[in-house]
Protein backbone atom coordinates (compact mmCIF):
# COMPACT_ATOMS: atom_id res chain seq x y z
CA UNK A 1 0.00 0.00 0.00
CA UNK A 2 0.91 3.89 -0.71
CA UNK A 3 2.46 5.52 2.25
CA UNK A 4 2.05 9.14 2.38
CA UNK A 5 4.01 11.33 4.75
CA UNK A 6 2.60 14.85 5.22
CA UNK A 7 4.43 17.57 6.77
CA UNK A 8 4.81 19.19 9.19
CA UNK A 9 1.58 18.16 11.73
CA UNK A 10 1.20 20.98 13.22
CA UNK A 11 2.04 24.53 12.67
CA UNK A 12 1.54 28.11 13.99
CA UNK A 13 1.10 31.14 11.44
CA UNK A 14 -0.42 34.67 11.38
CA UNK A 15 -2.63 36.30 9.02
CA UNK A 16 -1.16 37.10 5.96
CA UNK A 17 1.49 34.48 6.54
CA UNK A 18 2.73 32.36 3.32
CA UNK A 19 2.25 28.91 4.58
CA UNK A 20 3.19 25.61 2.93
CA UNK A 21 2.86 22.26 3.42
CA UNK A 22 4.40 18.94 1.70
CA UNK A 23 3.20 15.36 1.33
CA UNK A 24 5.55 12.52 -0.19
CA UNK A 25 4.22 9.42 -1.36
CA UNK A 26 6.38 6.31 -0.69
CA UNK A 27 6.38 5.63 -4.74
CA UNK A 28 5.36 7.70 -7.62
CA UNK A 29 1.98 8.64 -7.84
CA UNK A 30 2.19 10.72 -11.27
CA UNK A 31 -0.13 13.65 -9.79
CA UNK A 32 -3.01 11.53 -8.62
CA UNK A 33 -3.25 14.09 -5.99
CA UNK A 34 -5.58 16.02 -3.55
CA UNK A 35 -5.37 18.67 -1.26
CA UNK A 36 -8.39 18.87 1.46
CA UNK A 37 -9.45 21.60 4.04
CA UNK A 38 -11.09 20.65 6.94
CA UNK A 39 -12.98 22.37 10.13
CA UNK A 40 -13.86 20.83 13.52
CA UNK A 41 -16.99 18.43 12.98
CA UNK A 42 -17.22 19.00 9.08
CA UNK A 43 -16.44 16.66 6.64
CA UNK A 44 -13.28 17.75 4.35
CA UNK A 45 -13.50 19.75 1.53
CA UNK A 46 -11.78 19.68 -1.78
CA UNK A 47 -9.27 22.24 -2.73
CA UNK A 48 -7.05 20.92 -5.01
CA UNK A 49 -6.91 18.00 -7.37
CA UNK A 50 -4.82 16.30 -9.88
CA UNK A 51 -2.25 18.40 -7.75
CA UNK A 52 -2.34 21.73 -9.13
CA UNK A 53 -5.57 21.96 -10.18
CA UNK A 54 -7.67 24.42 -8.14
CA UNK A 55 -11.38 23.39 -7.56
CA UNK A 56 -13.85 25.50 -8.49
CA UNK A 57 -15.12 28.07 -5.70
CA UNK A 58 -12.19 28.23 -3.74
CA UNK A 59 -9.87 31.37 -3.20
CA UNK A 60 -6.58 31.48 -5.36
CA UNK A 61 -4.54 31.97 -2.49
CA UNK A 62 -4.54 28.19 -2.44
CA UNK A 63 -2.22 26.38 -4.86
CA UNK A 64 -0.93 22.99 -5.32
CA UNK A 65 2.31 21.74 -6.83
CA UNK A 66 4.20 18.69 -7.58
CA UNK A 67 4.85 15.27 -8.98
CA UNK A 68 5.78 11.86 -8.50
CA UNK A 69 6.52 11.61 -5.07
CA UNK A 70 6.61 15.16 -3.55
CA UNK A 71 3.62 17.30 -3.26
CA UNK A 72 3.26 20.85 -1.69
CA UNK A 73 0.13 22.99 -0.92
CA UNK A 74 0.82 26.64 -0.03
CA UNK A 75 -1.36 29.03 1.01
CA UNK A 76 -0.06 32.34 0.16
CA UNK A 77 -1.27 34.68 2.32
CA UNK A 78 -2.95 33.23 5.10
CA UNK A 79 -6.69 34.33 6.35
CA UNK A 80 -8.70 33.74 9.15
CA UNK A 81 -11.10 31.56 8.01
CA UNK A 82 -8.09 29.09 6.76
CA UNK A 83 -7.14 27.92 10.25
CA UNK A 84 -7.52 24.27 9.96
CA UNK A 85 -6.67 20.71 9.51
CA UNK A 86 -5.44 19.75 6.06
CA UNK A 87 -5.29 16.53 4.17
CA UNK A 88 -3.48 15.36 1.35
CA UNK A 89 -4.70 12.07 -0.79
CA UNK A 90 -3.59 9.74 -3.06
CA UNK A 91 -5.67 7.82 -5.49
CA UNK A 92 -3.24 6.63 -7.80
CA UNK A 93 -3.47 3.35 -6.32
CA UNK A 94 -6.55 2.89 -4.51
CA UNK A 95 -6.87 5.97 -1.87
CA UNK A 96 -4.38 6.70 0.96
CA UNK A 97 -4.70 10.16 3.30
CA UNK A 98 -1.62 11.82 4.53
CA UNK A 99 -1.84 12.11 8.54
CA UNK A 100 -3.22 15.87 8.35
CA UNK A 101 -1.39 19.10 9.18
CA UNK A 102 -3.08 21.36 11.69
CA UNK A 103 -3.08 25.12 11.10
CA UNK A 104 -3.32 27.05 14.17
CA UNK A 105 -2.98 30.95 15.04
CA UNK A 106 0.30 32.27 16.37
CA UNK B 1 -26.87 18.79 -6.74
CA UNK B 2 -25.67 15.62 -4.86
CA UNK B 3 -26.72 14.33 -1.59
CA UNK B 4 -25.73 11.82 0.61
CA UNK B 5 -27.85 10.85 3.62
CA UNK B 6 -26.10 8.61 6.51
CA UNK B 7 -28.46 6.00 8.76
CA UNK B 8 -27.41 3.41 11.22
CA UNK B 9 -26.63 2.91 14.55
CA UNK B 10 -24.11 5.04 16.53
CA UNK B 11 -23.24 2.37 19.30
CA UNK B 12 -21.98 -1.21 18.68
CA UNK B 13 -21.15 -4.37 20.80
CA UNK B 14 -17.36 -5.72 20.61
CA UNK B 15 -17.46 -8.82 18.38
CA UNK B 16 -20.65 -7.62 16.49
CA UNK B 17 -21.28 -6.14 13.14
CA UNK B 18 -21.67 -2.45 12.04
CA UNK B 19 -23.90 -2.03 9.38
CA UNK B 20 -24.35 2.22 7.90
CA UNK B 21 -26.14 2.99 4.86
CA UNK B 22 -25.57 6.02 3.01
CA UNK B 23 -29.01 6.98 0.80
CA UNK B 24 -27.60 8.78 -2.75
CA UNK B 25 -29.64 11.80 -4.33
CA UNK B 26 -28.86 14.03 -7.13
CA UNK B 27 -26.91 10.83 -8.70
CA UNK B 28 -27.11 6.87 -9.49
CA UNK B 29 -25.13 4.58 -7.15
CA UNK B 30 -24.80 3.06 -11.01
CA UNK B 31 -23.00 5.97 -12.49
CA UNK B 32 -19.63 5.29 -14.99
CA UNK B 33 -17.91 8.42 -13.55
CA UNK B 34 -18.13 8.09 -9.54
CA UNK B 35 -16.92 5.49 -6.86
CA UNK B 36 -19.01 5.39 -3.63
CA UNK B 37 -17.11 5.33 -0.57
CA UNK B 38 -16.60 4.80 3.13
CA UNK B 39 -13.92 7.08 5.04
CA UNK B 40 -13.63 6.87 8.67
CA UNK B 41 -12.18 9.16 10.95
CA UNK B 42 -10.82 9.11 14.52
CA UNK B 43 -8.22 10.97 16.95
CA UNK B 44 -5.48 7.97 16.78
CA UNK B 45 -5.77 6.24 13.35
CA UNK B 46 -6.89 10.60 11.68
CA UNK B 47 -8.83 9.98 7.68
CA UNK B 48 -8.91 6.37 6.97
CA UNK B 49 -10.10 5.20 3.85
CA UNK B 50 -11.94 1.82 4.11
CA UNK B 51 -13.35 0.81 0.49
CA UNK B 52 -15.25 1.65 -2.12
CA UNK B 53 -18.12 0.21 -4.68
CA UNK B 54 -18.50 1.39 -8.01
CA UNK B 55 -20.19 0.19 -11.66
CA UNK B 56 -18.31 0.51 -15.01
CA UNK B 57 -20.11 -2.32 -17.17
CA UNK B 58 -20.09 -4.54 -13.62
CA UNK B 59 -19.83 -4.16 -10.02
CA UNK B 60 -16.57 -3.58 -8.26
CA UNK B 61 -15.43 -3.49 -4.85
CA UNK B 62 -12.08 -2.22 -3.57
CA UNK B 63 -11.16 -2.70 0.52
CA UNK B 64 -8.10 -1.22 2.42
CA UNK B 65 -5.88 -4.09 3.78
CA UNK B 66 -6.35 -3.15 6.94
CA UNK B 67 -9.90 -4.08 7.27
CA UNK B 68 -10.22 -6.40 3.97
CA UNK B 69 -11.30 -9.35 5.84
CA UNK B 70 -13.99 -7.98 7.63
CA UNK B 71 -15.38 -5.52 5.59
CA UNK B 72 -18.46 -5.71 2.67
CA UNK B 73 -19.44 -2.93 0.93
CA UNK B 74 -22.59 -3.21 -0.90
CA UNK B 75 -24.54 -1.19 -4.23
CA UNK B 76 -28.85 -1.52 -3.65
CA UNK B 77 -29.60 0.12 -7.20
CA UNK B 78 -33.37 -0.35 -6.05
CA UNK B 79 -33.28 2.24 -3.10
CA UNK B 80 -30.37 4.40 -5.00
CA UNK B 81 -28.00 3.59 -2.03
CA UNK B 82 -24.84 1.35 -0.49
CA UNK B 83 -23.76 0.25 2.52
CA UNK B 84 -21.06 -0.50 4.80
CA UNK B 85 -20.87 -3.63 6.96
CA UNK B 86 -17.91 -4.33 9.06
CA UNK B 87 -17.54 -7.46 11.33
CA UNK B 88 -16.15 -8.29 14.74
CA UNK B 89 -15.56 -4.78 15.64
CA UNK B 90 -13.75 -4.04 18.37
CA UNK B 91 -13.31 -0.79 20.27
CA UNK B 92 -10.38 0.36 17.89
CA UNK B 93 -12.96 0.62 15.40
CA UNK B 94 -14.59 3.51 17.43
CA UNK B 95 -14.70 6.52 14.93
CA UNK B 96 -16.56 8.63 12.92
CA UNK B 97 -17.83 7.12 9.75
CA UNK B 98 -18.83 9.24 6.38
CA UNK B 99 -19.62 7.97 3.09
CA UNK B 100 -18.36 10.06 0.11
CA UNK B 101 -18.64 10.20 -3.40
CA UNK B 102 -15.28 9.99 -5.54
CA UNK B 103 -15.74 11.67 -9.28
CA UNK B 104 -13.63 10.81 -11.89
CA UNK B 105 -13.11 12.90 -14.92
CA UNK B 106 -10.57 13.62 -17.47
CA UNK B 107 -8.64 15.87 -15.92
CA UNK B 108 -8.71 14.04 -12.77
CA UNK B 109 -10.78 12.67 -9.88
CA UNK B 110 -11.98 13.49 -6.49
CA UNK B 111 -14.07 13.42 -3.29
CA UNK B 112 -16.64 16.10 -4.41
CA UNK B 113 -19.46 15.22 -1.43
CA UNK B 114 -19.91 13.67 1.68
CA UNK B 115 -22.31 12.60 3.97
CA UNK B 116 -22.97 13.87 7.32
CA UNK B 117 -20.89 11.43 9.33
CA UNK B 118 -22.04 9.31 12.18
CA UNK B 119 -20.32 8.65 15.17
CA UNK B 120 -20.15 5.10 15.92
CA UNK B 121 -18.98 3.91 19.20
CA UNK B 122 -17.97 0.72 20.12
CA UNK B 123 -19.05 -0.20 23.63
CA UNK B 124 -20.70 -3.11 25.84
Known amino acids: AIQMTQSPSSLSASVGDRVTITCRAS??????LGWYQQKPGKAPKLLIY???SLQSGVPSRFSGSGSGTDFTLTISSLQPEDFATYYC????????FGGGTKVEIK | QVQLQQSGPGLVKPSQTLSLTCAIS??????????WNWIRQSPSRGLEWLGR?????????DYAVSVKSRITINPDTSKNQFSLQLNSVTPEDTAVYYC??????????????WGQGTLVTVSS
Open chain 2, 100 to 113: ARFYGEIVGAYFDY
Open chain 2, 26 to 35: GDSVSSNSAA
Open chain 2, 53 to 61: TYYRSKWYN
Open chain 1, 27 to 32: QGIRND
Open chain 1, 50 to 52: AAS
Open chain 1, 89 to 96: LQDYNYLT
